[in-house]
C-alpha cells in the first residue's frame, strides 16, 4: 500500500510541476494569487434561517449543515458563494445521494473487511472478484478533477429562463452542486486487464443496490475504453478514506461526465454485448423536451427490472458543459423553493459596498478545458477576466477575478465560460423537464451601497 501511496504523490506532484509553481498543500486553502488582489467584496446577507432539526445521521447524511447548503433530506448543495480555495474540502462538498447514506454500521457489506466487488459480464474473459484490501494492492493513480451534479444551476431555468416548477422540476441546487476533488483509484485500464474483454462488448454496468435496488448506471464500453486510464475504483478522496456520503468504502469515478456516473457505494462491475436500459439512464439524468430525441433502442436491448422501451424519451447527460459562476449567491424570486439556510430572503439582493472591488469566480469546462473566462457589467460589451493560476488542464477548474469599480445602485453582472474547442456558454438553453445541465450565462444581480 505504501508503494502505491508514494506512486500517487509523484503522479500529483508531476501534475503540479508542469502545471504551477504551487506545492500540494496550497491547493487546499486559499491562495495569495487569489485572495490579495484587493480587498475581499463584503456581501451583506441576511442571517441564515435556522436549521430544522435532522433526522439521524445515519439515515440521512453525515455532514454539518452549516457549511453545505440543505436542498432535501439526503442532498447538500456547496456554498459556492463562500469558495476561495483551489480543491474543495470534503465537508464543503455537495452531496447528492437518492436514498439515505448507507453505512457500514446499517449496511455491513459496506464494513472493508466484507466489502467485494464482483467483475463480470458476457463480454468478460475472466470473472473475477475482489476485496478491499487487495484492490489497494493494485496499481493506483491520482487525478485531480471536478465533479458536477446534473441538477447543478437547475435554478437558472426558473430564474432566467422564464419556465414554472410545473414545467422544470428538482431540487433548487443553485450553482453550488460542483465541487473539486483529487481522487485515488484503480484505472480501469487494470481492471480491464484483469478480466480480459472480449471484441463484443457494448455497455459496462456500474452497480451499487446497496442505497437503493436500482441504482445503477450504464456506460458505453467504447467511452470507458477510450479513457480506461482516467476512470477508475475510487477509494480515496483529497487524501483520505471515502466518508459514507461520497461513497465509502469504494465508488466509481468518471471525470467529465455528470456525477450520477461515478455510482457511489459500488459492488459489481457487469460488462456486456448489449446496451442496457436503467432508471439513471431513462427516468432520470436524462434530457426530456421537444428539441430533444430518444435515443436508438430495440426490443432485444437489456432493459433492468421496472424499466421498458416506453421509458427511453431523451438522451442521456454524459459530458458536462462549460460553466461558470461568481462567487456571489443568486437572487431567488422565481424558484418554486428556497433552501432553509439560504443566505438571502426570497427576492433579496445580496449588498456590495461601493468603491473599488475585485470580483471572483470559478469555470470550468471538464470535456475541452477553460480557455477564457469573460464578464459583463449591466449589458455592457464583453470583457476578460484574469485567470488565476493554476490551471491544470480540462477536468480542473479554473478561478477567476476582475476588477470593478462598483457605483451606488443595483447592477447585474454575467459571466461565460468559453472551451478549448471554442464553445462558449450561451444565453439560454432548451427546455427539458428533469433541469439537466443548464449551462446559460448566469445573471448576478448585485445592490451597491
Known amino acids: 500500500m505504501k508503494r502505491h501511496q508514494a506512486e500517487d504523490a509523484a503522479t500529483v506532484s508531476q501534475v503540479l ?9 496550497s491547493l487546499f486553502v486559499s491562495a495569495a494569487a487569489f485572495g490579495a488582489v484587493a480587498a475581499t467584496p463584503v456581501l451583506a446577507q441576511a442571517p441564515a434561517a435556522p436549521t430544522p432539526a435532522a433526522a439521524p445521521a445515519r439515515r440521512i447524511l453525515v455532514k454539518d449543515d452549516s457549511r453545505v447548503l440543505n436542498i432535501g433530506a439526503t442532498v447538500r448543495s456547496g456554498n459556492y458563494w463562500n469558495f476561495t480555495t483551489f480543491m474543495t474540502p470534503v ?13 457500514a454500521e446499517d449496511k455491513t457489506v459496506l464494513a472493508r473487511e466484507n466489502w ?45 429562463g422564464g419556465f414554472t416548477g410545473q ?28 478480466c480480459g474483454v472480449k471484441p463484443d462488448a457494448a455497455t459496462v454496468l456500474f452497480w451499487s443496490g446497496v442505497d437503493g435496488n436500482d441504482m445503477g448506471r450504464p456506460m458505453p464500453y467504447a467511452e ?14 483529497n487524501g483520505n478514506a471515502l466518508t459514507p456520503d461520497h461513497g465509502a468504502p469504494v465508488r466509481i469515478v468518471v471525470p467529465g461526465w455528470g456525477g450520477t456516473a461515478s455510482i457511489k457505494w459500488v459492488t459489481e462491475i457487469r460488462i456486456t454485448n448489449k446496451r442496457v436500459w436503467s432508471r439513471l439512464n431513462t427516468k432520470g439524468e436524462v434530457y426530456i423536451g421537444p428539441t430533444y ?18 421509458d427511453i424519451k431523451g438522451p442521456m447527460v454524459t459530458w458536462m458543459p462549460p460553466k461558470s459562476t461568481l462567487t456571489v449567491p443568486l437572487v431567488l424570486e422565481k424558484s418554486p423553493s428556497v ?3 439560504y443566505p438571502l430572503k426570497r427576492g433579496e439582493l445580496p449588498k456590495l459596498s461601493a468603491g473599488r472591488q475585485t470580483m471572483r469566480g470559478y469555470a470550468w469546462a471538464p470535456q475541452h478545458g477553460v480557455n477564457a473566462v469573460e464578464y459583463r457589467i449591466d449589458g ?38 468559453t472551451d478549448n474547442a471554442g464553445v462558449s456558454q450561451p444565453e439560454q438553453i432548451p427546455l427539458n423537464s428533469l433541469g439537466m445541465a443548464n449551462w446559460s450565462i448566469p445573471k448576478f444581480r448585485i445592490e451597491v451601497v
Open 339 to 341: 433552501p432553509s439556510n
Open 224 to 237: 470507458i475504453a477510450s479513457r480506461a486510464d482516467d476512470i477508475g475504483v475510487c477509494f480515496a478522496m
Open 167 to 194: 414545467q422544470v422540476g428538482g431540487g433548487n441546487w443553485v450553482m453550488g452542486a460542483v465541487g473539486q476533488a483529487e481522487w485515488q483509484y484503480v484505472p480501469m485500464s487494470a481492471i480491464l486487464a484483469r
Open 380 to 417: 455592457g460589451a464583453w470583457q476578460r477576466a484574469t485567470i488565476q493560476p493554476p490551471n491544470m488542464g480540462r477536468y480542473t477548474w479554473v478561478r477567476f477575478t476582475f476588477p470593478w469599480d462598483a457605483a451606488a445602485g443595483t447592477h447585474t453582472i454575467e459571466t461565460r465560460t
Open 116 to 160: 467485494k466487488l464482483k467483475v463480470h459480464g458476457a463480454s468478460v474473459e475472466r470473472p473475477f472478484e475482489i476485496g478491499y484490501e487487495d484492490l489497494l494492492k493494485m496499481p493506483s493513480r491520482s487525478i485531480i478533477a471536478t465533479m458536477e451534479c446534473h441538477g447543478n444551476g437547475r435554478t437558472l431555468f426558473w430564474e432566467q
Open 91 to 103: 465537508e464543503e462538498f455537495y452531496v447528492r445521494n437518492h436514498y439515505p447514506t448507507p453505512r
Open 293 to 310: 430525441s430518444a435515443p436508438e433502442h430495440a426490443a432485444d436491448d437489456e432493459y433492468l427490472p421496472g424499466i421498458t422501451a416506453a
Open 17 to 25: 510541476r508542469e502545471g504551477t509553481n504551487l506545492d500540494r498543500r
